[in-house]
């Protein structure tokens, strides 16, 4: 099989207005009810690296005559991850830490009414992270709500002499279901 043309391969790329970058996007994380708890308009620049959520459809095999038939299961969902390039202030860290007490209770497993209590009927305070591809000429694009997170993990950050670069770390969000473009997958 002979290959298309590369000015082909050129001319479909530019006519579908070019690939999407990796490297051109936003995030937007924000806790609900209480957004004070959020990543902040000025802030969603340090959001280093995130992901587009996946989505899997898992088989629910059922068994006739010894062999088993496949149906389509649940769709379940992975953890949404994200790598935060941490502020002198520890600003963001500090709410996300909060948010987990908030959910679980203080470190020491105290809980009280703000931390590990019951908030609006709910266990935990939930939040909306949203995923938007910035297009080449600087406008939102394709964009990913993902719905009803929550931190479940906070990743520890390295304090080294001989390393020469930024303070980051890594934070994993629970969530229920995600949208695309406000319509539900």
């Given at each position: 099989?002979?290959?298309?043309?590369?000015?082909?391969?050129?001319?479909?790329?530019a006519?579908?207005?070019?690939?999407?970058?990796?490297?051109?996007?936003?995030?937007?994380?924000?806790?609900?009810p209480?957004?004070?708890?959020?990543?902040?308009?000025?802030?969603?620049?340090?959001?280093?690296?995130?992901?587009?959520?996946?989505?899997?459809?898992?088989?629910?095999?059922?068994?006739?005559g010894?062999?088993?038939i496949k149906?389509a299961g649940?769709?379940?969902?992975?953890?949404?991850?994200?790598?935060?390039?941490?502020?002198?202030?520890?600003?963001?860290?500090?709410?996300?830490?909060?948010?987990?007490?908030?959910?679980?209770?203080?470190?020491?497993?105290?809980?009280?009414?703000?931390?590990?209590?019951y908030?609006?009927?709910?266990?935990?305070?939930?939040?909306?992270?949203?995923?938007?591809?910035?297009?080449?000429d600087?406008?939102?694009?394709?964009?990913?709500?993902?719905?009803?997170i929550?931190p479940?993990?906070?990743?520890?950050?390295?304090?080294?002499?001989?390393?020469?670069?930024?303070?980051?770390?890594?934070?994993?969000?629970?969530?229920d279901?995600?949208?695309?473009?406000?319509?539900?997958?």
């Open positions: 099989m002979a290959l298309p043309l590369i000015s082909t391969f050129k001319s479909n790329l006519n579908g207005g070019g690939a999407a970058r990796p490297n051109l996007f936003k995030v937007s994380i924000k806790n609900t209480d957004t004070s708890l959020s990543v902040k308009l000025d802030e969603e620049i340090l959001v280093k690296a995130t992901s587009i959520p996946a989505s899997t459809i898992a088989a629910a095999p059922l068994t006739y010894g062999r088993p149906y649940f769709r379940t969902y992975a953890n949404w991850s994200t790598t935060i390039i941490n502020d002198e202030d520890f600003a963001i860290r500090n709410r996300i830490h909060e948010w987990m007490r908030q959910i679980s209770g203080q470190l020491d497993g105290a809980r009280t009414k703000t931390h590990g209590a908030v609006n009927n709910k266990s935990y305070n939930e939040g909306v992270g949203t995923v938007t591809q910035i297009n080449k600087g406008e939102n694009g394709e964009s990913y709500t993902i719905n009803n929550w479940t993990s906070i990743a520890e950050m390295a304090v080294d002499w001989s390393t020469d670069g930024f303070m980051e770390y890594a934070v994993e969000w629970c969530f279901t995600w949208t695309h473009n406000a319509e539900s997958v």
